[in-house]
């Protein structure tokens, strides 16, 4: 009984460790700059958004999902996120990139531009920096003590909006590794929630060289290899005109796209419909589809507007 | 009865008989019974039926969910078959075993024997837990030697290699590694459900009653998993990490799974066990 008590009580939940003071500004830099070492992990993705599971990305529903991660330093990396029932792999070993699938046992494999769609937001260190980039001119900056995660202390750093941004976002917290400067957790909190709306972090996580063949990949025998414009699975439309436009910067950024007219028009129409609710305004009538993070607008003449604001500001932007 | 009181002519005290002639006893008497070889048999029959099932499906079969992952892919099956018999089919036989060996001979009467006998009552668990535990195993083992060769025979191996859920490809040799793995880990599994049954099987001298209340609580166990609410209870539930197995077909192989899913069954086993010796200490014959 005691063992089982045990394995139930959550792991990880030791005491702030004790760093050296550091300033916003130079973590921020150091962060940027980070270079980090090879490593192998696995992150969890704690995901409380709200999306519909897609049939394609079961990830993207609520609830949790793990993620594998190696990197070798370099170019090369590899994701592997596991489902009961299958694995979807992503290698790449700096000019040629894999997905392999394996409930079509398909591989798609591409190079540099060719890239096939890497799920950047399993690698949190990734999806971390990034963000920093993006909002770091609009946001105040702050370090807000310490933490331990994986069993790396780890600096936490507090991106918040400053005041004239208008955004459902309340802060975004990322964990920085003291020693590599490397994100570790990034949790999104929305506004009137003290709960994360998404967090991503490694649960585990060691640094050291890494196996050279975990970052290239054979197609299996009995697998279809195919060209990555082939199966190009609801993926992004890139098509001539219909390239997303941004409206405005830093939190309250607004994506304007365009989706592309197709004969099935109508019933992509009445899916949107029963996902959100209809509104109307000067810029025309479309569906509403809100999540705790994030509104998206799909009009009636197929234009998409999406941000992590309210629907007052996707508003403004369609009527531009 | 499954053994006789050895009878001393010098000294009428009694003596305890060997350790390994009551093993000897146990399994002969566990192997002897029909409904045994019977279920025996009936587990090889479970690959089997799998994989004509996908060869006839054939390439169309291909699709979500883990049988498809056995289309031309042979040495999956073992893996995926013990996964799914898992589910209720390997616990119904080892629940069946445990019921057998102590509210079985109970209801026959048999038990008096046995607990007269000069074997200490420590003994006599000792023995009645190898008895159901030579059953898990060899449900397990027949599953998994039946599974490779109706793999390979009937699917066929893809270059007789395995295919990972992954994408890579493993030789024969690590491809039976991993199937070994996961026989340890299914056994590692029964073992904690036999425990339990056979605490159950102590306190009642009504083998249905252990059938029962092992499959019952196998469902319920499902059921409480499947409540989002419950989400707290699930490392207290054994059930919730028996999906751990397929992960033997992920490269790299990541262990983490089995190993916390091994240490949940460990304490089940140690709780199961603690109170069949505590109930069977105090048993009146």
Known sequence: MVGL?????????????????????????????????????TVEVDNSLGLPPLPDVPQAGDG?????????????????????????????????????DSQGRTVTEGTGADRPARPDAADPAAAATEAIRMLQSSSTVTVDGTAEVAGRPAYELVLSPAPDERTLLREVRIAVDAEQRVPLRMTVLATGSSDPALQVGFTELAFGPQ???????????????????????????????????????GWDTVVLATVPATGEGEGTGMDLRALGTPVSGPWGSGTLIGTAVANAIVTDDGRVAVGAVPEQVLTEALAR | ???????????????????GRLLAAELRWVLRRPRTLVMLGLFALIPVLISIGVATAGATGRGPGLVSAVAGNGLVLPIVALTLSMALLLPLAVAMAAADAIAGESAHGT???????PVSRLRLVVMKAFGVLVVATLATVVVAAV???????????????????????LGPGAALLRVGLVVVFVVGQLAAVGAVALAVSSVTDHPLVVL??????????????AIPALEWLQPWLLTSGW???????????????????????????????????????????
């Not at chain 2, 009865?1 to 350790?19: E, N």
């Not at chain 2, 038990?111 to 006998?117: D, E, I, Q, V, Y």
């Not at chain 2, 092992?214 to 409480?224: D, P």
């Open chain 1, 5 to 41: 008590g045990l394995l139930a009580v959550p792991t990880g939940a030791g005491a702030a460790p004790v760093l050296p003071p550091v300033t916003p500004e130079e973590l921020v830099a150091s962060v940027l700059t980070a270079d980090p070492d090879a490593f192998a992990g």
């Open chain 1, 64 to 100: 949790t999902s793990t993620a594998r991660v190696w990197s070798d330093g370099e170019d090369g990396g590899r994701v592997q996120l596991p489902t009961a029932d299958g694995e979807k792999t992503f290698v790449s070993d700096g000019t040629t990139f894999w997905a392999y």
């Open chain 1, 211 to 249: 196996d050279p063949a975990l970052f290239t990949f054979t197609p299996p025998p009995g697998s279809t290899v195919v060209e990555p414009d082939a199966e190009r699975p609801e993926g992004l439309p890139e098509r001539p005109g219909t390239a997303p436009t941004v409206v405005g910067d």
């Open chain 2, 1 to 19: 009865m499954t053994t006789a009181p050895v009878l001393d002519p010098v000294s009428d005290a009694p003596r305890a008989a060997p350790l």
């Open chain 2, 111 to 117: 038990l008096r024997g046995l607990l007269l006998s």
């Open chain 2, 147 to 169: 599974g490779v060769l109706a793999g390979l025979v009937v699917v066929g191996g893809a270059d007789g290699q395995l295919v990972t859920l992954s994408g890579t490809a």
């Open chain 2, 212 to 225: 029962a209340s092992v499959l019952g609580a196998l469902i319920v166990f499902g059921v409480l998993s």
């Open chain 2, 243 to 285: 999906t751990a197995g397929v992960d033997a077909l992920r490269d790299p192989l990541p262990l983490g799974g089995m190993i916390e899913s091994s240490l949940r069954a460990l304490c089940y086993v140690a709780v199961g066990m603690g109170l069949t010796t505590y109930r069977m200490l105090r048993r009146d014959a």
